[in-house]
């Protein structure tokens, strides 16, 4: 029987965003429902779809080779895992999420000392308390199973919750007092898993490709032709961006200019490249870009 890496891909609201990331990477994710297993185009790799809330704990304990999941749940898990790479992505943006201390508008709580005593609804419970203790804080902690934001003042006198925009908070009339950590996505691998030649390099080449993927992510190659006398004016536009390649054809007078750019400036560089003196300009998309 062959070596198998056992995957945890993160089950909710970063679950499509996974699958999207791993197809662009190369890897085709499919999602069965009712099925924890999602189906994978390798033969070496097993998926178990997992919520990231718990991934950092079955990646520890050797139940998962490795897997995707915030560092917001390392921390609150106090996990001892081995962290391949940061994957800023998340359902919203490619900011990273946000634990913040929220109360009511016209709550009386503007500091973390005023929390002395009150009570505090939230999902991170662990990292709550750390956050408390380290201003000197006493408050009550309680675990909020969900729709945190909507607690205060009858429930809680604050709540810690996770945002990406603000605009759940502010919907609920709550203000942000205090930020207490800033979470992007992380690939983490069980210790034992990562000494394995095997395993490491299974994960390494699955990492790879991954941020390979995210780097091409919002960039786009432009090529053209450009005649040699018109060449500095181009580069001089292009330059700006990024160094492009220069490739001599067969027409002496002649070379072709490669590079790669954002694709939200495409629409102004063309036209400023025609006018320079590019010709043939061809736009086409990135699936990765790997350094």
């Not at 909710?12 to 994710?29: C, P, V």
């Amino acid at each position: 029987m062959s070596a198998i890496l056992r995957l945890g891909i993160p089950a909710g609201s970063l679950q499509e965003a996974t699958g999207e990331l791993f197809r662009n990477a190369g890897y085709k994710i499919t999602y069965a429902s009712r099925s924890y297993y999602p189906a994978i185009d390798d033969p070496e790799i097993h998926c178990t779809l997992i919520r990231a809330q718990e991934m950092p704990r079955y990646v520890q304990d050797g139940s998962l080779d490795c897997g995707l999941t915030g560092y917001d749940w390392i921390l609150e898990n106090d996990a001892k895992v081995v962290e391949l790479a940061e994957l800023v992505f998340s359902k919203v943006s490619r900011r990273p999420v946000r634990w913040v201390l929220a109360v009511p508008n016209d709550s009386p709580i503007h500091a973390a000392k005023d929390l002395e005593g009150k009570r505090i609804a939230t999902e991170v419970v662990g990292l709550t308390r750390r956050w408390l203790a380290k201003h000197g804080v006493t408050a009550q902690v309680e675990f909020s199973w969900g729709a945190t934001e909507v607690k205060p003042p009858r429930l809680a006198d604050a709540i810690v919750d996770v945002t990406e925009t603000g605009s759940s908070l502010k919907a609920n009339n709550l203000r942000i007092v205090a930020e207490l950590l800033q979470s992007t996505t992380r690939f983490i691998a069980n210790e034992k898993s990562y000494a394995d030649p095997w395993k490491k390099e299974k994960m390494d080449d699955l990492v790879l490709m991954l941020q390979g993927a995210m780097a091409a992510e919002g960039k786009v190659g432009l090529m053209m032709n450009v005649n040699r006398n018109d060449l500095t004016a181009v580069l001089k536009i292009l330059q700006a961006l990024q160094n492009p390649t220069i490739s001599s054809l067969s027409d002496e007078h002649w070379v072709a200019v490669n590079t790669i750019i954002d694709e939200n400036t495409v629409r102004h560089i063309i036209p400023q490249l025609k006018q320079a003196g590019a010709r043939g300009i061809v736009e086409y998309p990135l699936n990765k870009i790997i350094d």
